[in-house]
């Protein structure tokens, strides 16, 4: 009976543990410098000009914190706000606030480092899978990273 009840207790209190969070991260290695591909990246609404994804990008300011609206082709958009942003270091921060996509609790890292070759980018996200499983979750930012990545690719060379 003893047994019973702390097994009991043990998958109430594991269905009480908050989901764990997703990790993605993809990069890329371009043959250019670090400084140049940053360039290419451009500002917070830079993206508009690499991601194929992304019809445009509307920058805008909420309690003194840069946010975007990205319009996404086909339809659908996605409010993001930047979290910190470091020209010296080449990265940046952002968050999710609004988004049609299967996530929550996003937190996503984009940064360029000099290499022997040129440079490598990596996109890397945190998150919680909504709607979907953890794999299906990681396969939709993941593919957003990709082609993000070939974007920049394409734009620094």
Request: negative net charge; proline residues 4%; glycine residues 8%.
């Amino acid at each position: 009976m003893v047994k019973t009840l702390i097994l009991a207790a043990a998958l109430t209190a594991a269905g009480a543990l908050p989901a764990l969070a997703v990790d993605v991260s993809r990069s890329a290695e371009i043959k250019a410098p670090a400084a140049t591909v940053w360039s290419a990246i451009g500002d917070f609404c830079g993206i508009a000009n690499w991601h194929p994804a992304i019809e445009k990008c509307e920058i805008s300011t909420k309690d003194g914190v840069q946010m975007r609206t990205l319009t996404l082709k086909g339809g659908g958009t996605i409010v993001e706000q930047q979290q910190d942003r470091n020209d010296d270091d080449l990265n940046y921060r952002y968050i999710i606030v609004e988004s049609p996509l299967p996530v929550e609790d996003y937190v996503s890292t984009i940064e360029v480092e000099p290499i022997e070759t040129g440079s490598k980018v990596t996109w890397s996200g945190t998150f919680k899978a909504k709607g979907v499983d953890d794999a299906k979750a990681a396969e939709v930012i993941a593919g957003i990273y990709e082609a993000g990545l070939k974007g920049i690719t394409d734009k620094a060379k």
